[in-house]
Nanobody, 125 residues
């Protein structure tokens, strides 16, 4: 069984930075494509970053491109989301997700098999 635990959320002023961490327990982390999603109140869950199994490919929506960076350390079973130049509209609960197999990046929530419990990110203006 794969378990994902996010950490690193909090309250930050606009223009600030946060680094989210997702620790993955269970075997075969290097076989999982990973993604970061967020969900704000009243909005659908959206992908803000995705990375392939060995980190060769990454994807970002235009709303965060140039500000967010996803990375993974397969030796530590960990995936990170570095968020810079944060804006109030980045306020949401951020979730880490894992999908087993395939060389691609995955941007739809239904493509993922496992989810963390989420961590709140609040950006004040």
């Amino acid at each position: 069984q794969v378990q994902l635990v996010e950490s690193g959320g909090g309250l930050v002023q606009a223009g600030g930075s946060l680094r989210l961490t997702c620790a993955v327990s269970g075997r075969g982390f290097s076989d999982y494509a990973m993604g970061w999603f967020r969900q704000a109140p009243g909005k659908e869950r959206e992908c803000v970053a995705a990375i392939s199994v060995i980190g060769s490919f990454t994807w970002y929506p235009d709303s965060v491109k140039g500000r967010f960076t996803i990375s993974r350390d397969n030796g530590k079973n960990t995936v990170y989301l570095q968020m810079n130049s944060l804006k109030p509209e980045d306020t949401a609960v951020y979730y880490c997700a894992a999908r087993r197999g395939g060389p691609n990046v995955w941007t739809l929530s239904r493509a993922y098999d496992y989810w963390g419990q989420g961590t709140q990110v609040t950006v004040s203006s």
